[in-house]
């Protein structure tokens, strides 16, 4: 079963429109949120005036930072590691707002068009402040986003100083550098956030319906958020329409809602709008850096650097140096290099907070493939061929990297090879010179990169799951949960089915409700294949081994001797045969005719533990395109990947991951992007202005598979993330290659008709047209 292409088990409920998400929950009771936001970047809040919206019939109460932050007693998030710089996130804002979208008072009322209405007339004092717009000099700005951050730092971190490589770069037969921009753009969730919080006073509990990648880190961020105990608050997660690091912590319009349902006393519903998603929920991506290889004469790698800087907004959440350190350590990436540098750098703004979004540090894969590229277009190598020369093989595995990071399982090399054999390169090659001589710009491109799944971080170091057989011989697996649209729920019948030997149809999921199912991390970074799988065996092999035991005596034979299978013992070479339903039975209503010294019932729990860092993936996504050099438009031609996630518990989940991080990549690439004017003022706020790809631009993605060992359970490795990494560095390559006749270097970020027309230009103003 596991490997086999089980048809997802939650589309018979998604695809008839049963599914239960946020919206749907309604309370006896229940009143709708609705926040007063900030028209402005910066300013100081004088008198807030909510009398006329008080007087609304309908409205209960609202609510400004006085009366609401006062009630939050912690402020803490689990993926916030110690030692980290502290980062101010008041639930409502107090004395000055830091964008346009922060909340600064929040309606209750028995309707959402009436607290809508009532929001309007709220009526706030302003006094407009210089706000930091460009976070690149926020650092020598005058202006502080957070009193008490000099420098508007939020933190730094680095490697090796990069003067230690000077000696090197000065004695290489080739140095590139290049400074390179990634602008900002967001998850984009089909189901915004949402909630429903409901306050039991006399029993001091919360119950708490929300929109989450992890319901165990909503439980014990609410518990120390109000100062009660993490058995007094249940976290229910239904389903959940998408995540993508957005959803793996409560942001302060949630923190709102939860400390509202408690000094209210009646059941609470916030449920984001989509311009609200855009405006204030959260960014990710925005960041450059400035970065450096230098090679010997036969194009081998002798250093690499990279000084990297993040916007990370007002208010980022969790603590941005977590994902974005990782962008410098691993800026080598599977490549052959021994020396190295980095620094990290994270600068507050007036803008949207930073959050996770699908592989937080892409940008390392950016940076070092974009500039990989670009050496190769300098020294007159092919790219493939570059790689080839630096790119690291099986044999010279395990290979640390000089930034910390050790590599190990892992298959760069064969991906690129599969690759490059799926498009037959030279081929494409053969026909870019004849397109070239008919006045057609076509492009290839690629991006190899290495990915860290189901690392251990102290919240995602272990997973716990429960099995239980009822006396009808079906099973019930529960889990911490987390789904949101990752197939979570057909990838565990799976596991479970087996890891038990039972059909199926007999295996059932129960996720998302911290009062039944055991702790556990959750959805993010790339952990939920190896991590429930994990714990999947760790419950299943005692229980297996019980049915097997049971079995036996009831028919007279050894454990040995007993095959289960499809839910259904038998003897080998014999005729006795029992069912998991007559053998529940026995566990459960006729306990004396179990093996001496066996406990009745059938139910374990397990818990799986993470045994390294990280569990090593990697893939080559390789593209081509054509670009029009007299509108900018870019068109898609073909898209591949060659992915190594190891074993593969259902092909179409795995292809699906990809499909969907690889449409992300794409979107950040050529359309989607979170911009501000120059005052502050963000104008992509609509999906209007805020581009996506759509059937239309997005062309067949074509998949191959490579696999190799891994350390994980059932040499698993994780695949969530990987497709959103690689996908834009290898959109950007192509539309490089296809405009390296005019001399173009692309160092800025998104690939927008209008910014290819603009390069176009200054080529051909700088005499760089083609013969």
């Given at each position: 079963m596991?490997?086999?292409?089980?048809?997802?088990?939650?589309?018979?409920?998604?695809?008839?429109?049963?599914?239960?998400?946020?919206?749907?929950?309604?309370?006896?009771?229940?009143?709708?949120?609705?926040?007063?936001?900030?028209?402005?970047?910066?300013?100081?809040?004088?008198?807030?005036?909510?009398?006329?919206?008080?007087?609304?019939?309908?409205?209960?109460?609202?609510?400004?930072?006085?009366?609401?932050?006062?009630?939050?007693?912690?402020?803490?998030?689990?993926?916030?590691?110690?030692?980290?710089?502290?980062?101010?996130?008041?639930?409502?804002?107090?004395?000055?707002?830091?964008?346009?979208?922060?909340?600064?008072?929040?309606?209750?009322?028995?309707?959402?068009?009436?607290?809508?209405?009532?929001?309007?007339l709220v009526i706030v004092d302003y006094d407009p402040l210089e706000p930091v717009v460009d976070y690149k000099t926020a650092d020598t700005s005058e202006n502080l986003v957070h009193a008490g951050f000099a420098g508007n730092s939020a933190g730094e971190m680095g490697g090796r100083p990069a003067s230690d490589l000077q000696p090197l770069f000065d004695s290489a037969a080739h140095v590139v550098r290049q400074q390179i921009f990634q602008q900002a753009y967001v998850p984009v969730p089909m189901e915004t956030r949402g909630i429903v919080a409901e306050w039991a006073a006399p029993t001091a509990e919360m119950t708490i319906w929300t929109s989450t990648q992890s319901p165990h880190e909503v439980r014990g961020f609410c518990a120390r958020l109000l100062g009660i105990d993490e058995h007094q608050v249940r976290v229910i997660a239904r389903d959940t329409g998408g995540g993508f690091g957005l959803k793996v912590a409560p942001l302060r319009e949630e923190v709102c809602a939860l400390l509202a349902a408690r000094a209210l006393g009646v059941p609470v519903k916030w449920i984001e709008d989509r311009q609200e998603n855009l405006m204030a929920a959260g960014m990710s991506r925005h960041e450059h850096a400035d970065v450096a290889m230098a090679f010997d004469a036969d194009g081998k790698i002798v250093a690499a650097s990279i000084e990297h800087v993040q916007n990370v907004g007002a208010y980022p959440t969790p603590s941005p140096i977590t994902g974005g350190v990782v962008v410098g350590i691993l800026f080598p990436g599977p490549y052959r290099i021994t020396d190295a540098s980095f620094s990290s750098k994270f600068l507050y703004s007036n803008t949207l907070g930073r959050l996770a979004y699908r592989g937080p540090w892409q940008f390392e894969s950016v940076t070092r493939e974009v500039l990989l590229d670009h050496a190769a277009r300098q020294m007159g190598v092919d790219p493939i061929e570059l790689r080839r020369r630096n790119m690291l093989r099986r044999d010279e595995l395990p290979f640390a990297n000089p930034n910390g990071m050790t590599y190990d399982n892992v298959s760069p090399l064969e991906t690129l090879e599969q690759a490059v054999a799926m498009v037959d390169y030279q081929a494409f090659r053969e026909e870019q010179k004849s397109a070239r001589e008919q006045g057609r710009y076509i492009g290839i491109g690629t991006c190899t990169y290495v990915e860290p799944t189901a690392g251990s971080t102290p919240f995602h170091a272990t997973e716990g799951a429960t099995i239980r057989i009822e006396p009808t011989g079906k099973v019930n697996v529960y889990l911490a949960g987390g789904s949101a649209g990752n197939s979570l729920e057909t990838t565990i019948v799976q596991l479970t089915a087996d890891a038990l030997g039972v059909a199926l149809t007999d295996v059932h999921t129960i996720l998302g409700d911290t009062a039944i199912t055991p702790f556990g991390g959750g959805t993010g970074g790339s952990r939920s294949g190896p991590m429930t799988a994990g714990a999947v065996q760790a419950a299943a092999a005692p229980l297996r081994e019980k049915i097997v035991a049971i079995a036996a005596h009831r028919l007279n034979t050894t454990p040995e001797e007993i095959e289960f299978t499809g839910s259904r013992a038998t003897v080998r070479g014999g005729d006795g045969a029992l069912t998991l339903a007559e053998i529940a039975e026995t566990a459960y209503f006729t306990p004396d005719m179990l093996p001496p010294g066996t406990a009745p019932g059938l139910e374990s729990s397990g818990r799986h533990k993470t045994s390294q860092m990280a569990i090593w993936a990697n893939a080559t996504h390789l593209c081509t395109c054509e670009v029009d050099i007299e509108t900018g438009a870019v068109t898609l031609l073909r898209y591949i990947v060659s992915e190594d996630c190891g074993s593969m518990i259902n092909p179409n989940v795995v292809e699906g991951q990809i499909y969907g991080g690889a449409v992300q990549g794409i979107g950040g690439a050529l359309y989607e992007h979170l911009a501000y004017d120059e005052s502050g003022n963000p104008v992509a706020t609509t999906f209007l202005d805020y581009l996506l790809p759509t059937a239309m631009e997005v062309p067949d993605i074509e998949i191959g598979h490579v696999e190799t060992p891994s350390p994980g359970p059932a040499n698993l490795k994780g695949v969530g993330e990987g497709g959103a990494i690689g996908s834009a560095p290898a959109i950007i390559n192509a539309v490089a290659d296809a405009l390296s006749p005019f001399g173009i270097e692309i160092s800025e970020l998104p690939l927008s008709p209008s910014r290819i027309v603009e390069m176009l230009e200054q080529a051909r103003g700088a005499g760089k047209e083609p013969a």
């Open positions: 596991v490997g086999a292409r089980v048809p997802r088990i939650e589309d018979a409920r998604l695809v008839a429109g049963a599914g239960t998400f946020v919206d749907d929950v309604t309370r006896p009771g229940l009143v709708h949120a609705c926040f007063v936001r900030s028209p402005l970047p910066r300013a100081k809040i004088g008198e807030i005036d909510v009398s006329e919206a008080l007087e609304l019939d309908g409205v209960l109460a609202v609510y400004t930072a006085a009366e609401l932050n006062p009630g939050a007693h912690q402020i803490t998030y689990a993926l916030d590691l110690p030692g980290m710089p502290p980062v101010p996130r008041p639930p409502l804002a107090e004395e000055e707002v830091r964008f346009v979208g922060d909340p600064v008072a929040m309606v209750l009322a028995t309707d959402r068009y009436i607290a809508e209405d009532a929001a309007e």
